[in-house]
């Protein structure tokens, strides 16, 4: 009972600082788009718990509690007038914590391109990049990571690069309860001449009251809560019982040894879930095998974010 007054507790002053600020567009939006369906499903939370390789984009610091050599790819389909977003992470163990990186991909092709009297030259595509190599440690019960990033933007033939600097926190309360704080575009210059992407504040909760049952909640606070967004999810894993090697967030499947594919298929689960982000509904599911997950996820169109419902398709391989 003293755990889910804590997490009431926790979720309604989120709503209360979300109420305060005034909403705002931001630059470099398609960084603010996610690329894990299963965080997406939970309304783009997961800053608290989403303990997969994915989270080199998220939360940095929740890497440290990803035990295996993981790969993760996904694709958002439904953006319309010739949009795409696309990502790829990898990750694995090393002696003192994680190390991750991945590719952030957002595209507009077939842009029409005009001259002064106004006849059409042809047409050209849009491209913009993020590279993001990640760092996490444990200590106790805190986790930390790092990732330095840069920005590549490609626009008819002209290239121009930049940086930025994200950093995080996790803390693990107890075996139900998670607390987090990342902050992204600590310091950027988006394209070599200054231009800065809006910092990003994002304090967040998890909480896990029964095997594969996950509540969370962030709070996205963009030019230091000058917008705001206040995220919800809830996801529930069929089949999920108490392992203790699962790890903090009861949600995950850990390998130990190599398996024939008879053996990597096995162990089926299957996830629900649910979430809104800023008003705008998300929901999905996913299969999970032993060292294989598929999700799928449905978000509904967000003015400040998407202009049409996307669904966002990942898939993640554990090694």
């Known amino acids: 009972m003293k755990n889910i007054k804590s997490i009431l507790i926790a979720l309604i002053l989120m709503a209360s600082l979300s109420s305060v600020f005034a909403e705002d567009n931001s630059a470099a939006v398609f960084t603010r788009l996610g690329i894990d369906a299963r965080s997406i499903g939970m309304g783009g939370t997961g800053g608290a718990f989403l303990d997969n390789v ?3 984009y998220l939360n940095p610091a ?5 035990k295996r050599i993981e790969l993760t790819t996904s ?7 010739d949009r795409a977003q696309n990502a790829v992470a990898l990750g694995f163990r090393i002696p003192t914590g994680y190390v991750a990186a991945f590719w952030n991909n957002g595209s507009v092709a077939d842009l029409e391109e005009y001259d002064n009297n106004g006849t059409l030259l042809g047409t050209f595509d849009n491209a913009d990049h993020v590279l993001g190599l990640s760092y996490a440690a444990k200590i106790g019960k805190f986790n930390m990571g790092l990732t330095p ?19 995080g926190l996790m803390y693990h309360v107890n075996r139900y309860f998670n607390m987090g704080f990342h902050v992204r575009d600590l310091v950027s210059d988006y394209d070599g001449d200054g231009t800065k992407v809006p910092r990003e504040l994002v304090p967040s909760i998890a909480a896990f009251p029964i095997p594969g049952l996950v509540l969370a909640a962030d709070l996205s606070g963009e030019d230091d809560f000058a917008s705001s967004r206040l995220k919800l999810g809830v996801e529930y894993w069929l089949g999920m019982r108490d392992d203790t090697e699962i790890g903090s967030s009861l949600s995950g499947i850990r390998i130990r040894e190599n398996a024939t594919w008879t053996d990597i298929l096995s162990k089926t689960q299957a ?10 509904f998300s929901a999905g599911f996913g299969l999970r095998f032993k060292m294989l997950e598929m999700n799928y996820a449905y978000q509904m169109a967000n003015n400040e974010l998407l202009l049409n419902d996307t669904h966002l398709y990942s898939l993640l391989l554990r090694f």
Do not use: F
């Open 54 to 56: 994915s989270s080199a």
């Open 62 to 66: 929740v890497l440290a509690d990803v």
């Open 75 to 81: 694709t958002r389909q439904g953006m319309g007038l």
């Open 149 to 167: 990033k840069m920005y590549i933007s490609d626009v008819h033939e002209d290239t121009k690069t930049g940086y930025s600097l994200d950093m």
């Open 271 to 280: 996830g629900i879930r649910a979430g809104v982000n800023d008003g705008a």
